[in-house]
């Protein structure tokens, strides 16, 4: 689940996982070029305010689309009907119906009747929205880069090929994923694996 979550940028992300990682190295570009003080590029173009709003959208689109399609869920009656297991995990299946539906192939957990009218519409909602929310911004991003004039690499240029961006980079995409996904996780699995490892 947390592997969908982060944009599936680590593994059996190709794809999706792709786009992901191009909106996360455009983002710590950014974070870079405003901690050095320069102006942030990438593959020698410059990032400018289209591009990272274009960023921004890819981003929110599909968290949005999770938890507010979970929260959603959780109080209806058409929503807990679907579910078999009843407190963390039930809140954990409905969570991991729509991070799959945003993120991947529209999945569910074993346990979460998903084929219901409820869940059919809800799930292909996010479904239809994840994929053009990331898709359209990332194409648009592409089309401006692709129409800049590239620039040779400076004194000041970060290079993306440093274990220092690297490691820039796995701090942006853990910091987004946490700050994003680490409220809805604590109610579904950690509060399952805590409270399994109280009664044992």
Same mark, same amino acid.
């Given at each position: 689940?947390?592997? =969908?979550?982060?944009?599936?940028?680590v593994?059996?992300?190709?794809?999706?996982?792709?786009?992901?990682?191009?909106i996360y190295v =455009?983002?710590a570009?950014?974070?870079?070029?405003?901690m050095?003080?320069?102006?942030p590029?990438?593959l020698g173009?410059?990032?400018?305010?289209?591009? =990272?709003? +274009?960023?921004?959208?890819v &981003?929110?689109?599909?968290?949005?689309?999770?938890?507010?399609?979970t929260?959603?869920?959780?109080p209806?009656? #058409?929503? &807990?009907?679907?579910? #078999?297991?009843p407190?963390?995990?039930g809140?954990?299946e409905?969570?991991?119906?729509?991070?799959?539906a945003?993120?991947n192939?529209g999945?569910?957990? #074993?346990g979460l009747?998903?084929?219901?009218?409820?869940?059919n519409?809800m799930?292909?909602?996010? =479904?239809w929205f994840? %994929?053009?929310?990331v898709?359209?911004?990332?194409?648009?991003i592409?089309g401006?880069?692709?129409?800049k004039l %590239? %620039?040779?690499?400076?004194?000041g240029?970060?290079?993306?090929?440093?274990?220092?961006f690297?490691?820039?980079?796995?701090?942006?995409v853990? +910091?987004?994923?946490s700050?994003?996904?680490?409220?809805?996780?604590?109610?579904?699995?950690? #509060?399952?694996q805590l409270?399994?490892?109280?009664?044992?």
């Open positions: 689940m947390v592997l =969908m979550q982060t944009g599936e940028v593994f059996g992300g190709p794809g999706s996982g792709l786009f992901s990682m191009v =455009m983002l570009v950014f974070v870079a070029g405003l050095i003080g320069r102006a590029e990438y173009r410059k990032i400018d305010a289209f591009e =990272m709003k +274009m960023v921004a959208v &981003i929110l689109s599909t968290p949005i689309l999770v938890l507010f399609g929260a959603a869920s959780v209806v009656p #058409a929503g &807990i009907a679907g579910i #078999a297991n407190g963390p995990h809140f954990s409905i969570l991991y119906a729509f991070s799959s945003a993120n192939n999945s569910a957990f #074993a009747s998903a084929n219901t009218p409820y869940y519409w799930l292909v909602i996010a =479904m994840g %994929r053009f929310a898709i359209v911004p990332v194409l648009a592409g401006s880069l692709a129409g %590239r %620039r040779e690499a400076g004194p240029t970060l290079p993306t090929h440093s274990p220092l690297v490691g820039l980079l796995i701090g942006t853990v +910091m987004i994923a700050l994003t996904y680490l409220p809805a996780l604590a109610l579904g699995p950690i #509060a399952e409270s399994s490892a109280v009664r044992h």
